[in-house]
């Protein structure tokens, strides 16, 4: 054997990256649109265990149109979920913040600071996937100003904001952080949905993934994508901060 098949044949492989915490999905039981019952929940979660997941911010919506969740409403139901996970002994680190829809109440919630955040003062927040807000910098600033990082959910599903990227150059200038759904990347959503998820990484501007886990059929794409190459270049092109919250 040459030396050359030698050296080839000892190439050391590139490391592959893990992820293992999680900061967006809906696995609280019945107060929003993702788990109905504890028993979904306790799969749900196995699931991410069997995934090699060691921490779960699970993040219930707060939309008050729609999902009229308090902080203290949320963090009851985490600790039932909690006595539930430690009942069939499910070793997994939970914790809870949520998914603010954009709107007047959410407003009112940063000028009282009853803001469920994670990793100290990061806040998530989802806006109408088809049209612009009239206070989305407003709400930026006043997010900016109580001393919270805005995180906006999934920027690769709003449509509105497909045909003109610098409207997601300019969030990020104003240090807007961004979080990509992974299955977004497998074309969950749409094509057009999974077009934009690509292009926020590769051009480096994704900082945090996560699942947006509703159901026990979403784990089924997010098993095959965490194992993907596509997930790797993610990893390789982005700076990635979900395990610095371990």
């Not at 000028?111 to 989305?136: D, Q």
């Not at 051009?203 to 794409?221: A, I, N, P, Y």
Request: net charge negative; glycine share 4%; hydrophobic share 40%.
């Amino acid at each position: 054997m040459t030396n050359f098949f030698k050296k080839l044949l000892h190439k050391p492989q590139k490391k592959r990256e893990t992820l293992y915490v999680d900061i967006h999905s809906h696995l609280i039981p019945g107060i929003d649109d993702g788990s109905k019952t504890m028993y979904e929940s306790i799969k749900l979660i196995k699931a991410f265990k069997a995934m090699g997941y060691k921490k779960l911010i699970t993040t219930p919506h707060t939309m008050w149109h729609r999902y009229k969740n308090s902080r203290e409403i949320i963090l009851e139901k985490l600790e039932y979920l909690k006595d539930a996970l430690a009942d069939h002994e499910i070793d997994i680190e939970l914790e809870a913040a949520s998914e603010y829809y954009l709107d007047e109440h959410f407003s009112a919630l940063i000028k009282r600071k009853e803001i469920l955040t994670f990793n100290g003062n990061c806040v998530l927040f989802e806006m109408s996937y088809t049209r612009a807000p009239n206070n989305l910098w407003d709400i930026i600033f006043e997010l900016e100003t109580s001393g919270y990082r805005p995180v906006l959910a999934h920027p690769e599903r709003y449509l509105f904001m497909h045909d003109d990227f610098e409207e997601y150059e300019a969030l990020k200038e104003h240090g807007v952080l961004f979080q990509l759904n992974i299955n977004s990347l497998a074309g969950q959503y749409s094509k057009n949905v999974q077009k934009v998820a690509h292009k926020l990484a590769d051009e480096g501007m994704v900082d945090f993934l996560g699942s947006d886990v509703h159901k026990l059929s979403q784990t089924e794409t997010l098993a095959k994508m965490l194992h993907s190459d596509r997930l790797q270049r993610v990893f390789e092109k982005n700076n990635i901060l979900n395990n610095t919250l371990l």
